[in-house]
């Protein structure tokens, strides 16, 4: 139960978002001095996606999750960043599936949700609305 709590508030939500955004930008400079890291980060943050949906899909019906604009976006996020999970495997046996791993890019989308707690927009609502 607490677990799911962690999921649920979007403060927590908020700063992972925060927290991924700079990793994959960090990403683009650093990938060649610390691969291993750079490669958990991606694993841990595409799982915390994946689990944010399934658990407010759990908590609050797929019709009622996806009822708001926000939510669509989010679950189509979470839809591409499975098969990146599966690169991560796959992979280390077919390095040329290694091309998966630009799917992570359509993360850096998720941002759009920290204007509007930063203030920089005043309708944000309607433009994550607009966005889903």
């Known amino acids: 139960m607490q677990a799911r709590k962690i ?10 978002i925060l927290v991924n955004c700079i990793s994959i930008f960090m990403e683009g400079y ?18 915390f996606y994946v689990i944010e ?4 899909i759990y908590t609050h019906s797929f019709k009622g999750y996806l009822s708001k604009g926000v939510n669509r976006l989010d679950f ?7 098969p990146e999970l599966a690169a991560l495997v796959i992979a280390s046996f077919n390095p040329e599936l ?14 759009i949700r920290l204007l509007k707690i930063l203030g920089i927009i ?7 609305q607009g966005i889903g």
């Open 30 to 47: 650093l990938l060649n001095d610390f691969p291993l890291i750079f490669t958990i980060n991606n694993a841990f943050f595409a799982l």
């Open 7 to 16: 999921f649920l508030n979007e403060n927590i939500v908020i700063g992972v």
């Open 53 to 56: 949906c399934s658990v407010k």
């Open 98 to 111: 290694t091309f998966l791993y630009a799917l992570r890019a359509f993360r850096l989308v998720r941002g």
């Open 122 to 128: 005043k309708n944000g609502e309607a433009l994550l």
């Open 76 to 82: 189509i996020l979470s839809i591409i960043s499975i």
